[in-house]
């Protein structure tokens, strides 16, 4: 069983910064990618950032040079630094991982139940 579990969300004005974390636990073989996706009311799930196993990342267009992600490999955890926050980034942030639980399973992808960023004076 594996869980992801987010922590950071919250309530700030424009212009704020908050740091989202998310962690994986449970029977883990090896992480392969992990991301940030967001989904905001009536909107389709965006992908805002990923990560892959050694740093490589790629950034959603409108949020470049706003977010930085990052990832502890060790502690099994992805972070989403995000500043110069817009009322536009308010939405259900989901974590996402790539991940294989045995040396001889597939590696499939799981989700954590998201944190709410929310973007208002």
């Known amino acids: 069983q594996v869980q992801l579990v987010e922590s950071g969300g919250g309530l700030v004005q424009p212009g704020g910064s908050l740091r989202l974390s998310c962690t994986a636990s449970?029977?883990?073989?090896?992480?392969?990618?992990m991301g940030w996706y967001r989904q905001a009311p009536g909107k389709p799930r965006e992908l805002v950032a990923t990560?892959?196993?050694?740093?490589?990342?790629i950034y959603a267009d409108s949020v470049k040079g706003r977010f930085t992600i990052s990832r502890d490999n060790v502690q099994r955890t992805v972070y989403l630094q995000m500043n110069s926050l817009k009322p536009e980034d308010t939405a259900l942030y989901y974590c996402n991982a790539e991940i294989r639980t045995t040396w001889g399973s597939r590696q499939r992808d799981y989700w954590g139940q998201g944190t709410q960023v929310t973007v208002s004076s």
């Open positions: 990560i892959t196993d050694i740093g490589g990342s």
């Open positions: 449970g029977s883990i073989f090896t992480i392969y990618d």
